[in-house]
Nanobody, 124 residues
Framework: QVQVVESGGGLVQAGGSLRLSCTAS???????MGWFRQAPGKERERVSC????????YYADSVKGRFTISRDSAKNTLYLQMNSLKPDDTAIYYC??????????????????WGQGTQVTVSS
């Protein structure tokens, strides 16, 4: 059984940094992984993704240059380093894994395994 667990959320002031981690256990082969977020009253959006073997990444325009996605395949762990955080980054952040391609198409429905989410709150 696949289990996806996020950690690292919290409260931070604008301009600060946080590092999110996601561990996916029970996977028998590599999958693409992504970070998504959902703010109150808004639809879930993809923040970033990384391909199965880490050869390609994609970032939403709103986080490009501020966030960095990476993965440690040996540990089945995904990371999201978030710098220069803004109040607009406040949301529940979700980690997901699936057979989705990592490209400009968010492909939310192609991510099969999801974590419960971790809250990120950025104060002004």
């Amino acid at each position: 059984q696949v289990q996806v667990v996020e950690s690292g959320g919290g409260l931070v002031q604008a301009g600060g940094s946080l590092r999110l981690s996601c561990t996916a256990s029970g996977l028998t082969f590599a999958l693409a992984m992504g970070w998504f977020r959902q703010a109150p009253g808004k639809e879930r959006e993809r923040v970033s993704c990384i391909s199965r073997y880490g050869l390609s990444t994609y970032y939403a325009d709103s986080v490009k240059g501020r966030f960095t996605i990476s993965r440690d395949s040996a540990k089945n762990t995904l990371y999201l380093q978030m710098n220069s955080l803004k109040p607009d980054d406040t949301a529940i952040y979700y980690c997901a894994a699936g057979l989705a391609a990592c490209d400009s198409n968010p492909r939310i429905d192609e991510y099969e395994y999801w974590g419960q989410g971790t809250q990120v709150t950025v104060s002004s």
